[in-house]
């Protein structure tokens, strides 16, 4: 199965200026087969390590982790010679090894010949909760996100389509109609399925969407598995909470987080801490509203007012027991879901692109969806989750700013007018 990301590591590899690498995201997002496939695509052989799987290496780590001892030891650990450039040395659920994570340092100072990277489900949970000594400017960090909407695409086999979507972008062209109708059927498809690796490839064998259900269940008890297991005591029941509301909360006509709805007389101070745990460990993401629309956002970002999206659309329709029939159908039962759902959507395929989302709100209660920076240009991005794309809110940011152009994404077909660029959501991963 295809993963952008194969990109970047190859990337990286030619890099002469490389450093050990450590790569993040959420649980079962697909970080071991990643990097196991592109040691095997790429080099001699892959020592892999998992403190997870096999705690006793936590030992190996006790003592000097400066490479000339480390790399005989950890090569007797693994049953593979560690030869320099030609050996990948996979370090993974590096979390629970905190002298391995500080090993990256001396192996960036002192062996950059050798090609190591560090994986980890929880890493930012326990480096923010630890005493970590965390290689600052000696490893590169990246995150690892759930399957896009195009490497669904790909995993199905539908890469002309795909290409096909990124033409028709370039252009302002519209897909022919039933091109067009099979993207949004494949996208509500997304909706359901999601991009997590399993779930995927359990829908691209069978098509069995109850199948698909149990995994993201099984996943979905792995999470609450994990608030558990690496959370204090005390922020446990606050966590569950904190995940429950924010599932919740996308149902609202307003989706601004609200402490309130947690429980009664719920406060920041007293859920803040469960919020950054569920940051950090990849679960939820925070978008925060924008009270300038002017370079670089993050200087105008109010920290109070954010609203909360999960990491995966699929484990999301789960997690609220929606049936694919309804997802599929666009029932309108599920009215007041949709919104939510879709924004959730379109967030998750921005930030796999890298952007960093804000929203921005009027005094008189005009609000765009998100606000990016995209090609120099800060650019608003209103969403709908069907075809009607009647935007007041837009012409009012537009009439305020004078943005370039400002980008609709909705059921409709591409197109371009009135300073308006007409994006269908199947095909937000083009931005």
Known sequence: MYRKISAYLQQWKANPRRKPLILQGARQVGKTYALLEFGRRCYENVAYLNFETNPKLINAFADDIRPDCLVPMLSHYCGQTIVSEK??????????????????????????????????????????????????????????????????????????????????????????????????????????????????????????????????????????????????????????????????????????????????????????????????????????????????????????????????????????????????????????????LTENYVHNQLIVNGYRPYYWESERGAEIDFVIQRQGQIIPLEVKAADNTKAKSLKVYMDTYKPAYAVKISAKNFGFADAKKTVPLYAVYCL
Not at 235 to 251: C, F, G, N, P, W
Not at 319 to 329: E, N, P, R, T
């Open 87 to 340: 050996t990948l040395l996979i370090l993974d659920e590096v979390q629970l090894c905190e002298r391995a994570l500080a090993a990256l340092k001396y192996f960036c100072e002192l062996a950059p010949q050798y090609h190591v990277i560090a994986a980890g489900s929880l890493l930012g949970v326990a480096v923010s909760r630890s005493a970590f000594s965390f290689p600052v400017g000696k490893a590169e960090l990246k995150t690892l996100y759930p399957l896009d909407f195009e490497e669904f695409l790909l995993a199905l086999d539908q890469g002309e389509l795909a290409e096909n979507i990124k033409r028709s972008f370039n252009a302002d062209a519209p897909l022919p109609v039933l091109m067009h109708e099979d993207a949004l059927r494949l996208y509500r498809q997304y909706l359901v399925v999601g991009g997590m690796p399993e779930a995927v490839l359990q829908f691209a064998d069978t098509g069995d969407y109850q199948l698909v259900r149990h995994i993201q269940d099984t996943i979905l008890a792995g999470y609450l598995n994990d608030m558990s297991k690496y959370n204090t005591q005390n922020e446990i029941k606050k966590t569950r909470l904190a995940y429950d509301s924010a599932a919740v909360q996308l149902s609202k006509l307003h989706t601004r987080f609200q402490y309130k709805l947690l429980k009664k007389g719920g406060r920041a101070s007293e859920f803040e801490n469960a919020l950054q745990w569920l940051t950090l460990s990849g679960i939820l993401s925070p978008v925060h509203r924008v009270q300038q629309i002017k370079k670089p956002l993050e200087n105008y970002k109010d920290i109070d007012a954010f609203k909360i999206y999960v990491s995966d659309v699929g484990l999301l329709c789960a997690k609220k027991d929606v049936s694919a029939g309804d997802i599929l159908y666009m029932s309108p039962e599920l009215d007041d879901f949709k919104g939510g």
